[in-house]
């Protein structure tokens, strides 16, 4: 099983992606819970240069709640990450990833998690296929 899922965007700025990911996140009944700007905290904190590279704390607030009904350790796991980062190699790209649903599941032996796991992954698979899609199109 994959880690992540993730899509890679040549030739959109950073912003635009960052932008493009938040819509489909809102798009698919997620809001952004917390937002970590890893190039700026690196920075404030160890004087160390890197790429941009946000980190969205995701949670669409009905499946948390099931899942937390389910589960409560499943807090240890929440909010979902969706990291869009600049590549340190081309800063022509950006990469959006996120954890993979599916290791929530596999993380915390209980079957009730299965089902919104699969409903988590279809939504976070969606946010990432968009994001692609109209980038690519754009």
Same mark, same amino acid.
């Given at each position: 099983?994959?880690?992540?899922m993730?899509?890679s965007?040549t030739g959109?700025?950073f912003?635009t992606v960052?932008?493009k ?10 809001g ?9 905290t690196?920075?404030?904190k160890?004087?160390?240069?890197m790429?941009?590279? @946000?980190?969205l704390?995701a ?6 709640? &099931? $899942? /937390?009904?389910a589960?409560?350790?499943i807090?240890?796991l ?6 869009v980062?600049?590549d340190?190699?081309d ?8 954890m993979n649903?599916?290791?929530?599941a596999?993380?915390?032996d209980n079957?009730e @998690? ?5 409903e988590?992954?279809?939504?976070? &698979? $969606? /946010?990432v ?7 690519r199109?754009?």
């Amino acid at each position: 099983m994959s880690v992540a899922m993730s899509t890679s965007v040549t030739g959109a700025d950073f912003d635009t992606v960052t932008a493009k990911t938040r819509e489909a996140l809102k798009d698919n009944g997620f809001g952004v819970l917390t937002e970590i700007d890893m190039q700026a905290t690196l920075k404030a904190k160890l004087g160390e240069d890197m790429e941009r590279y @946000l980190i969205l704390g995701a949670c669409n607030p009905p499946l948390a709640h &099931r $899942a /937390v009904t389910a589960e409560k350790r499943i807090g240890v796991l929440l909010p979902c990450n969706v990291v869009v980062r600049e590549d340190p190699q081309d800063s022509a790209t950006v990469h959006v990833e996120a954890m993979n649903p599916q290791l929530m599941a596999q993380v915390i032996d209980n079957p009730e @998690l299965a089902a919104i796991a699969d409903e988590v992954t279809a939504k976070i &698979r $969606a /946010v990432v296929d968009t994001v692609a899609d109209a980038l690519r199109t754009a």
